[in-house]
């Protein structure tokens, strides 16, 4: 009996503490508001960087697969068509080799501290450097799925009488969204926690917020389990938004 | 040469490898209107691969192809606009998995020539119903068996309104008792007086249907005339002992 209530002394009394720290983090000069800033922007980061890497990605994939689809054709009729398509090609391949070759903090410092030098918006920075990074892995993406459909779908196609724009659009791209649904989603993931980094160049990302909580209270545990914590609930609702996307799309075949 | 030559071959050739594979090595031929034209010959002999520069899904290497009185083979040729009138089925099918078979058949209708959704899916239904597959519109490719995948590719192509129908080995890829029932829809269209050039393994349906049989072998013709000259009194060594080898 007597163990029992030291026991339930003990834990009231790590609850308490628990609770002045929760309140020395958080509800101290309104700390918790740092951290929604810090979510928003890494939020709005991921967002528009979303939105840059897949339009440029789009446009790097279509490059990249058209050329490897239409060489030989294109080499037989010759003329400018070829010629300015190898350029481009060759553009897109160096720009993937070099943009997956450097560690995204380094390009992200590049761009803060050598490129965007006189812009002030930080936020703006770090949308370009996230979204042209992301493009360069998005357009690998993309080219993979596009050169995964069966070429005989393509010929069904341009045998119809579309010419191969049209059937890109109409035939093959709806084919490759589905197929790439869950690579592109991996890769939104990595974008989402690779924004962590952006603390780097000084931009209140989630991460900063958690680390300048710590760094004014001297307690680590709290807001380091707090920042943990709203990414992984971020992750797993993409997880599911995903996945109901998939599964509706996916219905149309069953 | 006739005036009734819907599609007129000249010295085709198709090389691969800088000319080291000679997929086609000159090939003259003249397709008319109204013909069926069955083309035969052992695996590797060029056959596909003319069947497939007709529509130009074989870039050739040297050689002129007319249709309808125009060069298709001509650098400036917007071959969008005649790929619209010859229509083509391919061995395996290629339907669109996403689309049901009303989306496969009315897709191109409505995005290349403009028709209204509803006249498109008209003309679809009725063609279905031809076919036998009108209760199958709504379903997708991955509900239908393989024969009934092809009929309809047959008349996805015929939603086009060709002018010639081109068939890529349409039955080899079908189960055996599922052959019949595809022939059996070219045989109407032939009857219909489609113009079709069809590759096929099926002696059968070129004894009975062709108008006029071409043995390919080495990418060349070696022997063309009617079923009966073909497989009554074959001339060439080659054709003969093809012919010996295949069951009929």
Redesign the interface.
């Known amino acids: 009996m007597e163990s029992f209530k030291m026991l339930f002394l003990e834990l009231k009394e790590l609850f308490f503490e628990l609770k002045d720290v929760f309140i020395l983090c958080f509800i101290d000069d309104n700390r918790w508001e740092w951290l929604v800033e810090g979510f928003v922007n890494s939020i709005l980061i991921t967002v528009l960087a979303i939105v840059i890497g897949l339009f440029f990605g789009i446009v790097l994939a279509a490059i990249r697969s058209s050329y490897d689809k239409n060489e030989?054709?294109l080499k037989?009729?010759?003329?400018a068509g070829y010629i300015l398509l190898k350029i481009l090609n060759g553009v897109a391949k160096v720009y993937i080799t070099v943009i997956r070759g450097i560690p995204v903090v380094v390009q992200l410092m590049i761009w803060y501290f050598v490129i965007l030098v006189t812009q002030d918006n930080d936020i703006v920075v770090a949308v370009v450097a996230f979204g042209f990074n992301s493009a360069a892995y998005v357009a690998e993406i993309f080219r993979g799925g596009i050169m995964s459909i069966?070429n005989?779908?393509f010929?069904?196609g341009?045998?119809?009488?579309?010419?191969y724009v049209?059937t890109m659009i109409?035939?093959v791209i709806?084919?490759t969204i589905?197929a790439t649904l869950p690579t592109l989603l991996n890769e939104i993931i990595a974008l989402l926690k690779e924004t962590s980094v952006a603390g780097y160049v000084g931009i209140m990302d989630l991460t900063k917020a958690g680390d300048l909580i710590r760094g004014r209270t001297f307690e680590a545990f709290m807001p380091l389990i707090a920042v943990a914590i709203i990414y992984l609930i971020t992750v797993v609702v993409l997880t599911k938004v995903f996945s109901i996307i998939e599964r509706r799309l996916r219905k149309?075949?069953? | 040469m006739s005036d009734n030559a819907l599609i007129k071959v000249t010295n085709l050739k198709k090389h691969y490898n800088g000319g080291k594979v000679k997929a086609l090595d000159g090939v003259d031929c003249e397709i008319e209107k109204g013909e069926v034209v069955v083309v035969i010959g052992p695996s590797g002999s060029g056959k596909s691969t003319f069947l497939r520069s007709l529509n130009l899904l074989e870039i050739p290497t040297d050689g002129q192809i007319v249709f309808n009185g125009a060069d298709i083979t001509a650098p400036k040729t917007n071959i969008n606009k005649h790929r619209q009138k010859m229509g083509m089925v391919f061995q395996h099918f290629n339907l669109f998995p996403n689309m049901t078979i009303l989306g496969n058949m009315t897709c191109a209708p409505v995005k290349i020539l403009k028709k209204s959704k509803k006249e498109a899916e008209e003309k679809a239904l009725e063609l279905l119903d031809r076919v036998g597959l009108k209760d199958r519109a709504n379903a997708y490719p991955s509900q239908l068996s393989g024969g009934q995948k092809q009929r309809v590719a047959i008349v996805r192509a015929l939603c086009m309104e060709p002018e010639v129908m081109l068939f890529d080995e349409p039955t080899s890829a079908l189960d055996p008792e599922m052959v019949g029932e595809v022939l059996e829809v070219m045989k109407n269209l032939a009857s219909q007086g489609m113009t079709m050039v069809v590759v096929t393994h099926e002696m059968g349906f070129a004894k009975e249907v062709g108008s006029r049989v071409i043995f390919f072998d080495e990418g060349v013709i070696q022997e063309e005339g009617t079923p009966e000259e073909i497989f009554q009194n074959p001339k060439s060594e080659r054709l003969k002992s093809f012919l010996s080898k295949v069951l009929i």
């Open positions: 030989e054709s037989l009729r010759g003329g069966d005989g779908q010929e069904a341009r045998s119809l009488g579309f010419n049209q109409y035939i709806p084919q589905k149309s075949e069953r």
